[in-house]
């Protein structure tokens, strides 16, 4: 079952949704296990450009990005040929600065036309104390914005890239309990703050999931069919991941991981550490 008419408005004429059910708390559970192992046995392998494409090496990951109502609500977005484009992981531990400035999400990914979509999968609860998601209602509707590049230390994104005078008041605080998504569209203007409370705050970002016909017009991505059929053929294929930070999951993320990069900083004079 996909999304509902009421809540399929809600994405048009707001551009997101949010929340939906999607995973048990002992899955989500399960996943944050699967982080911390990767930290724990690999340290810094999760870290900079490495919290990318982090499905290609965990099997874990890789069935989330293939879960059924995901895919279900995904489908009532952008038709039922699903590419996995690409994830990434978004911590912000206790008592640390990291935030995310507002943004677009298509204002650097090359990515088009718009028929994708960003799902946010919370991994632990997000609510306004821990710093979860705002977004700025109904701006899915206006066109790309200047960023300004600002590379700030503690700004998760990878140019620091920032719209500014975004009114705060006028945004909608993104609370999802561990286990729930959002979805969100390519355009509309979103960011979070800081995490004021005692716990991690830990959202796997699947970003995106893009219809077949979609194409990358900066560089290269690699994809994984999720649903339906690819006969555009724009994209490389990555192998599907079949065990935990395996010899060739490694090779196979850090392949993807160069072209991102590649992508992420075109035309930018100087490279961030995402």
Avoid at 73 to 86: D, F, P, T
Avoid at 151 to 178: C, H, S, Y
Avoid at 205 to 229: H, L, P
Wanted: net charge positive; glycine share 8%; with cysteine.
């Amino acid at each position: 079952m996909g999304l509902t008419k009421e809540q399929l408005n809600h994405y048009k004429q707001k551009g997101y949704v949010s929340p939906v059910n999607a995973l048990t708390s002992a899955e989500a559970k399960e996943i944050r296990d699967e982080i911390e192992k990767i930290e724990k046995d690999w340290p810094g392998a999760l870290e900079g450009i490495n919290r990318n494409y982090i499905h290609l090496i965990s099997p874990k990951f890789n069935k989330i990005c293939l879960n059924k109502n995901i895919l279900n609500a995904v489908e009532s977005i952008i038709g039922k040929n699903i590419l996995i484009c690409g994830t990434t992981l978004f911590i912000k531990n206790s008592n640390e600065r990291g935030f995310v400035s507002f943004h677009q999400d298509a204002k650097y990914i090359g990515l088009e036309p718009y028929n994708w979509v960003t799902v946010w999968v919370a991994i632990t609860d997000a609510n306004e104390k821990n710093g979860c998601m705002r977004m700025l209602p109904g701006s899915h509707k206006e066109n790309l914005k200047y960023h300004d590049q600002k590379f700030d230390e503690n700004n998760l994104l990878t140019r620091g890239q920032t719209v500014k005078d975004v009114p705060l008041d006028k945004t909608d605080p993104i609370v999802l309990k561990a286990g729930q998504i959002s979805l969100h569209h390519p355009l509309i203007v979103h960011g979070s703050g800081l995490n004021h409370s005692n716990d991690r705050r830990i959202g796997f970002v699947i970003q995106s999931y893009i219809g077949a016909n979609v194409n990358q017009v900066i560089g290269k991505m690699y994809v994984q069919k999720a649903r339906g059929e690819d006969k555009y053929n724009n994209h490389e294929y990555s192998k599907v991941p079949s065990r935990l930070m395996g010899k060739d999951e490694i090779i196979s993320q850090n392949k993807a991981n160069k072209e991102l990069s590649k992508i992420f900083y075109n035309d930018s004079k100087k490279v961030g550490k995402f």
